[in-house]
């Protein structure tokens, strides 16, 4: 089977069908929303603040009369950089550490697999705030905290991969002919190696787009007055009684997004299950 | 000399869970020729195939030398290890593991050549062209991938790609078991051409006597980590000088009536408490007392360049010898000229 | 025995690892100690006192042996704010904690189980289809969404139950269970989520099993072969399961606990870094992860317990 024709069965299961649909129109909104929508996430309107959603404010308007639909939409840039940032972080720092490892065996193995452990230990919203808690709430310092708790799941992986791989007699060969071990974990092992990764990768793009929102909802993520759905949320829940709208659409908007990209894990886990049966 | 490798009092132990270690070489010498083929035979678990590992240093023996054109593979570090890897390739069992399946045929091929200098990039495509031909198969077929290939043919891509570096010896690790036995002749015959062509030295490991007997100069015959039996094939073959061998070529299936009956019974011992004595002493029709004493026999020799560890060698019952009778029944008649029209078609042979 | 003594000693270095990170994490943070903790116009000698203690003069591994050996003793420091101990502090944080985790735990088998095994057993019917898609729905809501909907439905709306604080179980048993309700489903929903896929997974592996084909074979009833043979292997896993997310519960708790000011040691944490109460801070994160790492024990040695292909060969 070619790579193509995995792609053309991923839209062709339901789910999975959802799941591209739903994030698309995330991405979408995140590159183009921002741009093309009149109102700006910042821009406050005191004759309209608390407005419920109308023809002129689509979903409405916040305390500061800042529409809800433009923050919305900026907040999808946020999320998905965030998502985007700390996975492909935790994924360039963490799945060479689990190759080598894994490759490597022996003293190597103990001693990068016992950090990984200790980061492990630490439920991830706690990892977290303490990182934040030592460096100061920021979306950089967001970005980098929740690398951190994605890099320990994705070393693991790569390192279970590795240990299957290298018992197998290609990669034997490899040092038969004369190959040194960073060759051999570059061109035999990773290629080989990445499938189950990318779809751990994706399945941590939702949890890492929730552990966001978490962080921002409790103030100490992405800081006002940059929108994130996290710190919108926040912000509702002041005005539950007047404004419910505030509390919808951005709670909304994490759970549509957050659910394509699970639809989307487990849909390349399938394929990945049924290529390799 | 023209003594291309040679190999001495080789020790290889694996721990196992609980503390205890198996013992899978124990005491093996060996030596090879250039441009010889040496098979070791044995069956499944006597350590052949970790004894083929050893020699190429994939893994490292717990004691033992190994001289390759008379220098001590052991220390070798950088580029000399890379040199010294350049001149022993391998050929591994099974076709579907021992080629990446992401990469490429003529990466598989050209890669090698590469990294040992051999040749530049486009020199280097040329010859894998000339490779896959040598080995049988299309130049154009260097664009695939292992799995659009037959077991066969991926066979013979792992052949080429040993080839490649242009080593002095190749190390086939029961490189036919998996295949079928129509195609497993092919492979040999080819073995066989590319010796004649190239006069790189074999190692020929298998557990099937009948492949080996018509491909090897010399075999040494390998039980429960020791070697039992060394000599010429034909001496071997001829007149057999351990019990076990002799086990062996009966088990081989003759056109004849009547099946043999079994020489011997039984599993070989456990070898991570092994017994004192001869390894082969719990399933020998011929053991004796004294076979159960002691250390394990060594090798001494039955006849010229013949060898064997049995201790009764030289009292061993006559072994029958099978020259075919010259009245051949139809059935040997039409094999024996299908055989013939084989070898004359061998130079045009496809996979 | 062997084996538990070797898994609690291959603890002791990620036990060290967390106090390790612990310490570094919080001597990340700029600023002096001492001032935070005792205030600018503090008395000098108290100032030097303080600083010998936790050699906060010397170098940085020397300070983390000072640190270490006080944790070992049980000595966490002193809470900025309150001046009470620290770990007298996040022991009495804990207690509201457990009971939100165990109601929480209870909700989410009670839901799970049931719709797992019925997923499972009516597999790619209608039922198992919609009961997959609510899983992962559960799994893909953000739980302080869910509490804030909750919150509106049945406090705001519909004024049935409160929607923050905390009533001492055992003085005002109505009242605390009035009060448990809310962030308890709040809690539960996304455990739930996720112990009923596995529950599904477990069981369908099962149920596909040759053991299970034989006793139907032989003509069992169904729902007995689903009960007594399906349901105990199956519950193995799940058991991992959900011993994982009792632990995962520490964390989940920081979000909830936020959402319906329950007094637990989240909230505890969040409220310790918006005060810069640094000392609180640290010993939560150390209390909640040596926590976890033991939980996570337990649940690896009662799975071994529980599974006798584990258990050691004599």
């Given at each position: 089977m070619t790579a193509r024709s995995h792609w053309w069965q991923l839209l062709s299961e339901p789910r999975s069908l959802l799941g591209v649909v739903l994030v698309g129109l995330v991405v979408v909104a995140a590159l183009l929303g921002p741009t093309l929508y009149p109102y700006g996430p910042d821009t406050p309107d005191f004759l309209a603040t608390l407005a419920a959603p109308s023809a002129a404010h689509p979903l409405g308007t916040d305390d500061l009369g800042r529409d809800v639909l433009a923050r919305i939409l900026y907040g999808a840039r946020i999320s998905l950089m965030v998502g985007l940032g700390s996975v492909v972080a935790a994924f360039v720092l963490g799945a060479p550490i689990g190759l080598v490892a894994g490759y490597a065996g022996g003293w190597t193995d103990g001693v990068l697999m016992r950090c990984m452990d200790v980061l492990l230990a630490f439920p991830g919203i706690l990892l977290a705030l303490g990182i934040t808690a030592a460096l100061g709430a920021s979306l950089p310092v967001t970005v980098a905290a929740i690398a951190l708790v994605n890099l320990p799941v994705l070393a693991r992986i790569a390192r279970g991969q590795a240990l299957a791989l290298r018992t197998l007699d290609f990669v034997t060969a490899e040092r038969a002919l004369g190959f040194g071990g960073a060759t051999i974990l570059c061109r035999s092992i990773l290629p080989n190696a990445l499938s189950p990764l990318l779809v751990q990768a994706s399945v941590l793009l939702a949890s890492s787009i929730i552990t966001e929102s978490y962080l921002s909802f409790l103030g100490l993520g992405v800081q006002p007055p940059t929108p994130s759905w996290g710190n919108m949320l926040h912000d509702a829940v002041g005005f539950l009684d007047q404004a419910v709208w505030l509390a919808c659409f951005p709670g909304m908007a994490i759970f549509l997004t957050v659910l394509g990209f699970n639809l989307l894990g487990d849909g390349l886990r399938d394929r990945l299950d049924a290529r390799d049966r | 000399m023209t003594l291309l490798l040679q190999a001495q009092g080789l020790h290889k132990s694996f721990a196992l869970p609980g503390g205890r270690r198996l013992l899978a070489v124990d005491g093996v010498d060996l030596q090879v020729e250039r441009g010889e083929t040496l098979a070791i035979v044995g069956e499944s678990g006597c350590g052949k195939s970790t004894l083929g590992r050893l020699l190429l240093r994939l893994q490292e023996p717990e004691a033992g030398r190994i001289a390759l054109d008379g220098a001590d593979t052991h220390a070798l570090r950088g580029t000399a290890l890379r040199a010294m890897r350049r001149r022993m390739q391998m050929v591994f069992q099974d076709p579907f593991s021992s080629l990446d399946p992401r990469q490429r045929v003529r990466d598989a091929l050209i890669r090698p050549m590469l990294l040992h200098r051999l040749r530049d990039r486009s020199a280097a495509a040329r010859e894998a062209a000339v490779l896959m031909e040598r080995v049988g198969l299309a130049p154009a077929q260097l664009a695939l991938f292992p799995h659009q290939f037959s077991g066969g043919q991926r066979q013979r891509v792992a052949i080429a790609r040993a080839l490649s570096v242009e080593p002095s010896l190749i190390v086939c690790?029961?490189?036919?078991?998996?295949?079928d036995v129509s195609v497993q002749a092919q492979v040999v015959n080819l073995l066989q051409d590319l010796q004649r062509d190239t006069s790189v030295a074999l190692i020929f490991i298998s557990h099937d006597l009948a492949v080996v007997r018509h491909l090897a100069h010399r075999v040494a015959v390998m039980y429960a980590g020791r070697i039992v039996e060394t000599g010429p094939a034909a001496d071997l073959f001829a007149s057999p000088a351990h019990p076990y061998t002799r086990a062996l070529l009966a088990a081989?299936?003759?056109?004849?009536r009547r099946p043999p009956a079994p020489l011997v019974t039984g599993e070989p011992p456990d070898m991570s408490s092994a017994p004192p004595g001869c390894r082969f002493a719990s399933r020998c029709p011929q053991v004796q007392a004294v076979c159960r004493e002691g250390a394990a026999p060594p090798l001494r020799p039955v006849a010229t360049d013949h060898a064997s560890a049995c201790l009764f060698a030289d009292m061993l019952p006559a072994w029958p010898v099978t020259t075919p009778s010259p009245a051949l029944k139809p059935i040997d008649r039409r094999i024996a000229a299908y055989r013939q029209s084989r070898d004359q078609e061998r130079t045009g042979a496809r996979s | 025995m062997r084996m538990v003594s070797f898994r609690l000693l291959s603890l002791l270095p990620v036990l060290f690892g967390i106090c390790l990170l612990s310490f570094v994490l919080l001597a990340l943070?700029?600023?002096?100690p001492v001032t935070a903790m005792l205030g600018l116009e503090a008395d000098p000698a108290a100032i030097v006192a303080l600083r010998a203690k936790y050699a906060l003069d010397d170098p940085l591994p020397l300070r983390f042996l000072a640190w270490f050996g006080h944790v070992l003793t049980g000595d966490l420091g002193r809470s900025?704010?309150?001046?009470?101990p620290v770990l007298a502090t996040v022991a009495a944080a804990l207690v509201p904690t457990l009971q939100l985790g165990a109601a929480a735990t209870i909700v989410s088998l009670l839901i799970a189980i049931p719709a797992g095994i019925v997923a499972a057993a009516r597999r790619n019917g209608a039922a198992d289809f919609i009961a997959s898609f609510i899983a992962l729905c559960g799994l893909s809501l953000p739980s302080f969404w869910l509490g804030i909907l909750l919150i509106l439905g049945f406090s705001i709306a519909l004024p049935l139950l409160p929607s923050s604080g905390y009533a001492p179980f055992l003085s005002a048993p109505g009242a605390a269970f009035a009060h448990l309700v809310l962030p308890a489903i709040t809690l539960g929903a996304a455990m739930a989520a996720a112990t009923m896929r596995m529950t599904r997974a477990a069981m369908i592996e099962v149920l596909s099993a040759d053991y299970i084909r034989t006793a139907r074979a032989k003509g069992m009833p169904r729902g007995r072969v689903v009960w007594h043979h399906a349901l105990r292997n199956a519950l193995l896993p799940v058991t991992t399961l959900v011993g994982l997310q009792m632990g995962q519960l520490l964390g989940g708790v920081v979000i909830t606990e936020s959402v319906f000011s329950w007094p637990g040691i989240g909230k505890l944490t969040v409220d310790a870094i918006f005060a810069r109460d640094y000392p609180v801070v640290q010993g939560s994160i150390l209390v909640t992860a040596t926590l976890f790492v033991l939980i996570n024990l337990v649940t690896d040695l009662l799975y071994t317990v529980l599974d006798p292909r584990l258990r050691p060969r004599r």
């Open positions: - | 690790d029961e490189p036919v078991s998996a295949l081989v299936p003759r056109l004849t | 943070v700029p600023g002096d900025i704010q309150t001046g009470r």
